[in-house]
């Protein structure tokens, strides 16, 4: 089992940048698939990023292709996203999760392990 927390929320203009953490502890974070998801205020979850065991696969969501970077560093049980070029509708609540497998990264129930989630807000 493995427990993760996020940080780096905040609060930021358009056009900014932010990075969220994902800390793992527990056991180690190579062994997990890990995604990060969010959800806005009356919307539900949805996939932002995924990335496998040991980096070399990534994928992004359409609506944060090019302005968002999943990474991982095994070695400090941690994952990061790197948001830049930040709009009003990335506003939301992020969240990290691990699976083991990596089949259905992109849907939120197939994760077994979320952390209780970061808030980010983007305004004009």
């Known amino acids: 089992q493995v427990q993760l927390v996020e940080s780096g929320g905040g609060s930021v203009q358009a056009g900014g940048s932010l990075r969220l953490s994902c800390a793992a502890s527990?056991?180690?974070?190579?062994?997990?698939?890990m995604g990060w998801f969010r959800q806005a205020p009356g919307k539900e979850r949805e996939f932002v990023a995924t990335?496998?065991?040991?980096?070399?696969?990534?994928y992004y969501a359409d609506s944060v292709k090019g302005r968002f970077t999943i990474s991982r560093d095994n070695a400090k049980n941690t994952v990061y996203l790197q948001m830049n070029s930040l709009i009003l509708e990335d506003t939301a609540v992020y969240s990290c999760a691990a699976k083991s497998s990596g089949l259905r990264i992109m849907l939120s129930r197939a994760y077994d392990y979320w952390g209780q989630g970061t808030q980010v807000t983007v305004s004009s």
């Open positions: 990335i496998s065991w040991g980096g070399d696969y990534t």
């Open positions: 527990g056991r180690t974070l190579s062994s997990y698939y």
